[in-house]
Structures are given as C-alpha cells and as structure tokens.
C-alpha cells in the first residue's frame, strides 16, 4: 500500500495507543449520547394503525409482541418490486439474533408499503428472521418516512404508546449489532453502569447474556 509508512514495533505501539486513546474517547462519547437520548422528550401517538403481516391483521401496540419497547425499521420495498433497494438489505443483512433483543424487553421489525405475500417472499429469499409488516395507511408519512427509508422507536407504558427516536440516511450506517440497537431505545441496555434516568430497570453487565437459544433455559453463571 502507497503511503504506508514503515516502522519499527516500538514505533507501531506508540502509534497504536494515540490512536486508541482516541477510540477510547469515541467510545465514551457514545455512551454520553446514549444517555442523553434515555432523557429525550417522549411524544405520545394519538393515531391508529393497521398492519398486514403473515398471521393477518394488527395494530402498532401488536408490533410489540408484549414488549415495552419496539424499533421499527422502514424498508423500501415496493409492490413488484423489480429491484430492492440495496442499502436496505444491507440493513437487513446486519440485523441481530433477535433473542437478544428480546431479552431486553425490545421487539425489532420491517415494515414496507408492498403487499404482505411479496414482502414474505422477499424475506424469505434473504433468510431473514425479523417480522416484516405492510403498512398501507399514513403510518409511514406520519413518522417522517413518506419516502426512502428510515428508523422509528417506541415505548409501550400501559395502553399508551410513545415515539423516542427518529433516524434515516447516514444514521443507520453503524447498527447491526445488539448494543447499537439498544442503545436508541429510552431503557438502553438496562446494565448497572448505564448513567439512565432514576427507576429505568437495570442488571449487572454480561449477567443476562445467553446464547441465543438458551434464553429461559438457564440461570446466569450455571
């Protein structure tokens, strides 16, 4: 590689810990804006929704599947779609076990403005696991998507639903993993050195981790 310089292993190590220095500050920066999203104001959905998805209809507290909190991920596929949009099935692609969302309380789902048999042929050629929905009402206009693509997530408080976090473009760019997922939510990853709002529920670190099909199986450190 051009440009490249050559050094010594001492040099390399010198270089090696400035620039992890700065990923050390990277990654704490992170952290203090995960914290300042679990403090973001909340807004309150007054309107319904109805979804189509292979079990047949829902609403937006169905999406939930009983959890608190729900990312939902705005896909571009259209109807016959001739070609899908790329950058979504990298999206797609990245998605984690969702066991392990689920185990914070966080349920993950597509939507897409296709009909609901393409959209499980499609998923189904990926060899993706998310639940994917068709939405065909103002859903998708009334949380900033009326095109392209984009990220909302919610939080379930009794029968009332919230929206706490908007983003699109270059904002999904580093999801894909558990932490990157959880971190938009208003629990966060719900671990005891989260600086998170009084009340928010929180275990020890590594504690609650499983293997994916071992969740509810085995207590933690058996």
């Not at 790329?86 to 966080?106: E, N, S």
């Not at 919610?154 to 706490?164: C, Q």
């Not at 939510?185 to 928010?200: A, I, K, V, Y």
Request: charged share 25%; proline share 7%; with cysteine.
């Amino acid at each position: 590689m051009e440009n490249r310089k050559i050094v010594s292993r001492s040099e390399w190590l010198e270089a090696h810990a400035a620039l992890l220095s700065k990923e050390k500050e990277l990654t704490r920066a992170h952290d203090r804006l995960a914290a300042e999203r679990r403090r973001a104001p909340m807004m309150k959905v007054e309107k319904t929704y109805e979804f189509d998805g292979p079990d047949g209809k829902t609403d937006l507290p169905g999406l939930f599947g009983g959890r608190k909190q729900l990312i939902v991920y705005h896909h571009m596929l259209k109807p016959a779609d001739p070609a899908p949009c790329v950058g979504c099935g990298m999206v797609g692609d990245q998605i984690p076990h969702l066991a392990h969302l689920h185990a914070r309380d966080t349920a993950l789902v597509f939507v897409s403005r296709a009909p609901v048999n393409e959209i499980e042929a499609f998923r189904r050629r990926m060899g993706w696991q998310m639940p994917w929905f068709s939405t065909m009402d103002d859903f998708n206009a009334d949380f900033d998507v009326p095109r392209y693509f984009g990220l909302n997530v919610f939080y379930r408080d009794g029968g009332n639903i919230y929206r706490t976090y908007f983003t699109t473009g270059r904002g999904v760019e580093t999801l894909g993993t558990v932490w990157t997922f959880l971190d938009l939510t208003p629990l966060g990853r719900q671990e005891t050195w989260e600086d998170s709002p009084e009340g928010t529920p929180q275990t020890e670190p590594y504690n609650w981790w499983r293997l994916h099909d071992e969740y509810g199986k085995r207590q933690p450190n058996s």
